[in-house]
């Protein structure tokens, strides 16, 4: 099966520093990655979709310039979060979706979960 | 606007069946997703649905309905493994998944 991991899968940083979450593709090209969100006992939140080559489409009332997103290649996704606060604490997993055109399955990574201190 | 509904939280028995309901409103409808999540890890494909009726799969199988805007996840023969939260998701007219709040699975012995 398709397989997408997620770096780090922890990370503890202190508030107004930035932290960079990979996603990768590790088994198929993914044209489409997107980016959730999680706080606990909550559902899954869509930050933003990303399409390779091209600038990610953010959803309302997330900052771009706070979530830096780049899909530089088919099986490579990065999110950044800028001057990191507390309240930027959260998991967050990324999902992959293949270039087949039957398949609209997204593939989860494992999550990494930030704590901002 | 768009919508998914199903129930907080459900309890069972190991080694009964459980329904979880899920009733989603979308603009457009491309098929209904159901993930299991257990806590601290990421979601894992069940199952998809897009034409009506029942997809079996083993212990587990789900069901929709597009005119009534339902779909079920049944759970049969449970274990205390199957203790997680499962989600709902409907994929909209621009293939946008939009997700239900998750319905939390408590199985006792």
């Known amino acids: 099966g398709a397989v997408v991991s997620q770096h780090p899968s922890r990370v503890i940083c202190k508030s107004g520093t930035s932290v960079k979450i990979e996603c990768r593709s590790l088994d198929f090209q993914a044209t489409t990655m997107f980016w959730y969100r999680q706080f606990p006992k909550k559902s899954l939140m869509l930050m933003a979709t990303?399409?390779?080559?091209?600038?990610?489409?953010?959803e309302q009332g997330v900052e771009k310039d706070k979530f830096l997103i780049n899909h530089a290649s088919l099986t490579l996704s990065t999110l950044t979060v800028t001057s990191a606060h507390p309240e930027d604490s959260s998991f967050y997993i990324c999902?992959?979706?293949?270039?087949?055109?039957?398949?609209?399955?997204?593939?989860f990574g494992p999550g990494t979960r930030l704590t901002v201190t | 606007g768009q919508n998914i509904d199903q129930p907080t939280e459900m309890t069972a028995t190991e080694g009964a069946i459980v329904q979880i309901n899920c009733t989603y409103q979308?603009?457009?409808?491309?098929?209904l997703f159901w993930y299991q999540q257990h806590a601290g890890e990421a979601p894992t494909f069940l199952s998809y649905n897009v034409l009506d009726g029942l997809e079996e799969k083993g212990r587990f199988s789900s069901f929709l309905s597009r005119s009534k805007g339902y779909s079920y996840l049944l759970l049969k023969e449970l274990q205390m493994k199957d203790s997680a939260s499962y989600l709902c998701a409907a994929m909209d007219s621009n293939y946008q998944l939009i997700w239900g709040a998750g319905t939390k699975l408590i199985i006792k012995p």
């Open positions: 999902s992959a979706r293949g270039t087949s055109g039957d398949s609209y399955e997204q593939y």
């Open positions: 979308t603009s457009g409808f491309n098929g």
């Open positions: 990303s399409n390779e080559g091209s600038k990610a489409t953010y």
